[in-house]
Nanobody, 123 residues
Framework: QVQLVDTGGGLVQAGDSLRLSCAAS????????MGWFRQAPGKEREFVAAIDWNSGTLYADSVKGRFTISRDNAKRTLYLQMNSLKPEDTAVYYC?????????????????WGQGTQVTVSS
């Protein structure tokens, strides 16, 4: 059974950092793009960042320069390093694995999802 497990969320203050992790089991996604999405209360889920098999990356403008996506294929783990956090970053963060050849911002192309981890940034 394919499973993605998101961990690392928490309550932090504005300006702090957090690192999210996403562990994959059941199959390898080393050749697949993977990404992070988030959903704030009352809002639609939105793209945050994505990475291809060779560590090429794609970021939403709102997190560019503050967040870094990375992956360790040997550990089957995806990461999201979040620095200079802002209250508007508060959301449930989801990792996802794509079935496409290149990273994309559209969640339609990500059939595999983690359960989500809550990130709350206080001002």
């Amino acid at each position: 059974q394919v499973q993605l497990v998101d961990t690392g969320g928490g309550l932090v203050q504005a300006g702090d950092s957090l690192r999210l992790s996403c562990a994959a089991s059941g199959r390898s996604f080393s050749n697949n793009p993977m990404g992070w999405f988030r959903q704030a209360p009352g809002k639609e889920r939105e793209f945050v960042a994505a990475i291809d098999w060779n560590s090429g990356t794609l970021y939403a403008d709102s997190v560019k320069g503050r967040f870094t996506i990375s992956r360790d294929n040997a550990k089957r783990t995806l990461y999201l390093q979040m620095n200079s956090l802002k209250p508007e970053d508060t959301a449930v963060y989801y990792c996802a694995a794509s079935d496409r050849a290149v990273p994309t911002m559209s969640e339609v192309f990500y059939p595999y999802w983690g359960q989500g981890t809550q990130v709350t940034v206080s001002s």
